[in-house]
Every structure is written in structure tokens, then in C-alpha cells.
């Protein structure tokens, strides 16, 4: 069996088995693909490639400049290639399992101020051609601040999920795996009135005999909803008016916006886990910057000794009861 159909029927099983999503299999694919070609440039084939062979490839991939997180990303897909194929009796070792990567970056999330997101927020409401587009673009921001859903998941929502004005979103994640995220009053509100909207131009459409939607933001290009380029360009236009460096916005720092208002505001890291679906409590930690004040704070205020030291500083006395 060639490479080729090495990797076609890795990326199947991927889609079948592990319900990898649509943007997980293109990344494997073009990770793989560029350590294929790597490979028979040299000679070489997936069926005879040794751990040497492997590690020299991450040599490449340095000395091209990659980053730490996307050689740690395509070393990571050539081990998932690897133990398929030995799973499968492709071959009857494993050349990548003792391999250690290069780990990535723990690099501080960009995140945004709560009066920097209240300006997003308010730019959302005033932009768009009409009054509707101007409900559709509060709801998608609405939602995303409220919830920390990922772009294609807030993009993808079915309508049929949002009926009912409901407290909690039923959200289908990576893999398949499904969550539920709870909505604010504001939130809520956008999506009544931008279903109200929607509901009145889909019937309006219906009338010329003109299908109907299944998605929360519908579109009449190929996926049949709004797509995650047009909403990356549509928050750029959101930071414009709002006054905020369009570099320093995206749909994800609204993610990480999300998350870190929580922490700062109280919440526990298991609890934030599973707002935002992340599989491992680790990939959360990230966010425990934003406690660091908020320690500091506690300890201040909180410790016998800090309370002593502001009682001498300011006059008084203490007593051992």
C-alpha cells in the first residue's frame, strides 16, 4: 500500500472512529502531507521511515523557522499516523513512539479589558447595512462573549437549538462532544430579536420559493451558515469602530476574554473547563495569570500579620483575646 493510501485511510478512520472534526482532519492532513513529501524527496516512504528519519524531519522544520507549537502540532500528527498504522498491522513497529517533542510555548492568551469588550459589544450594535444585519451582529457577539463557544461552533448553531428563549446552549465541540453553556439576560434578549428578524426574512424568502435555513446565522454560500472568515473580518470591523487596534481582536480573544473575566470574577478552573470544552483541566491553566492579583489581594487583606501591620501603621493596638 502507497503512502498515498496511507494516509487517506488514516484520515477516514479519524473522521470515523474518533469523530475528529472537519478542521482537525485538514490540519492532519497538511501536516502529513508536507512530512510525506519531506520524506520521499529523500527516498523514502511511510513504510520504511525510522525514528531517524522522524527526528531529522523536526531538524527541517526548526531550521525552516517553524514555531515550537507547530512542530510540537506535526510531530503530534506523525504519531497518530504511526500508531494507526501499527494498529492496523501496517507495520509491525511504532518509529515515532519515543520521540519527545518540542512542548509549546506556554504563551499568556490575548485577552481584552471589560470596558474594552463593553465597546466591541455597542460597535456590534451600530454596524451592518440595515437594521438586521445590525441584530445579527449583536447576537454573534452577544453569544460568543456569553458563552466562550469556539467561532465555528458559535457560527454552525442550529436554529432549532435556540428555540423557546432557553437559559442553556446544547453545543456540539470538538470531536463531536456536546456541552452545554449558559446564556446571560443580554444574550438572550440578542437572540429573540435576531430570531425574530430571521424568522420574518426566512418567511419572506420562503414566499419566492426559496428553501430554508437550518442554521442560527444562515448564508447562501456553501456551508449554508455564516463562515468563520467572514465573522474573523466582521470583528476586525467591530474593533474599528470601537476605537481598539483591530490586531489586538479576534473571535478568539473574545474566547479568552470570556474565561478570564470569569477567573477574575471567582469562578473555579474545573468549572471553566467545561464552559469552554477543553478535554484537559491543563489546557485551562493558562488562564490562572489572571489570579494573581487577586492572591495578592487576598493574602493583603485577609493574613493576621498584613492585619497587624495596618493596625500599627494607622495607630491602633491589638489584644490577644
Not at 138 to 143: A, D, K, N, P
Not at 254 to 269: E, I, N, V
Not at 292 to 317: C, I, M, N, Y
Request: include cysteine.
Amino acid at each position: 500500500m502507497s503512502t498515498r493510501h496511507w494516509l487517506a485511510n488514516f484520515l477516514d478512520a479519524q473522521a470515523a472512529e474518533a469523530g475528529a472534526a472537519q478542521n482537525t482532519l485538514q490540519a492532519y492532513a497538511r501536516d502529513l502531507t508536507d512530512f510525506t513529501e519531506w520524506l520521499a524527496r529523500g527516498g523514502k516512504g511511510a513504510a520504511s521511515a525510522a525514528q531517524a528519519d522522524i527526528e531529522d524531519y523536526l531538524v527541517h522544520c526548526d531550521a525552516q523557522g517553524l514555531a515550537r507549537s507547530t512542530r510540537a502540532r506535526r510531530l503530534s500528527a506523525i504519531r497518530q499516523f504511526y500508531r494507526f498504522a501499527f494498529d492496523e498491522g501496517l507495520r509491525d513497529d511504532n518509529p515515532a513512539i519515543q520521540i519527545k517533542g518540542p512542548g509549546r510555548d506556554k504563551r499568556l492568551p490575548k485577552t481584552l479589558q471589560l470596558e474594552e469588550v463593553d465597546r466591541l459589544l455597542e460597535a456590534a450594535r451600530q454596524t451592518g447595512r440595515g437594521k438586521v444585519d445590525r441584530l445579527r451582529n449583536t447576537c454573534l457577539m452577544e453569544l460568543l462573549y456569553a458563552t466562550g463557544m469556539r467561532v465555528t461552533e458559535l457560527v454552525s448553531l442550529p436554529v432549532a437549538s435556540c428555540r423557546g428563549d432557553p437559559q442553556m446552549l446544547l453545543v456540539r465541540g470538538k470531536g463531536g462532544k456536546e456541552r452545554l453553556v449558559p446564556m446571560s439576560p443580554p444574550a438572550r434578549a440578542a437572540l429573540n430579536n435576531w430570531l425574530k428578524a430571521r424568522d420574518d426574512a426566512e418567511a419572506a424568502a420562503k414566499a419566492k420559493g426559496k428553501p430554508a435555513f437550518p442554521f442560527l446565522f444562515p448564508s447562501g454560500g456553501k456551508t449554508g451558515h455564516l463562515t468563520r472568515n467572514r465573522f474573523f473580518l466582521l470583528v476586525k470591523e467591530f474593533a474599528v469602530t470601537a476605537g481598539i487596534s483591530p490586531e489586538r481582536v479576534s473571535p478568539h480573544t473574545l474566547r479568552h476574554a470570556f474565561a478570564t473575566h470569569l477567573l477574575a470574577g471567582g469562578a473555579d478552573l474545573r468549572t471553566i473547563q467545561t464552559l469552554l470544552g477543553h478535554a484537559d483541566v491543563g489546557t485551562t491553566e493558562i488562564y490562572t495569570h489572571v489570579l494573581e492579583d487577586r492572591l495578592r489581594e487576598l493574602v493583603f487583606d485577609a493574613h493576621p500579620l498584613a492585619q497587624e501591620e495596618r493596625r500599627k501603621a494607622s495607630g491602633g493596638t491589638s489584644s490577644d483575646g
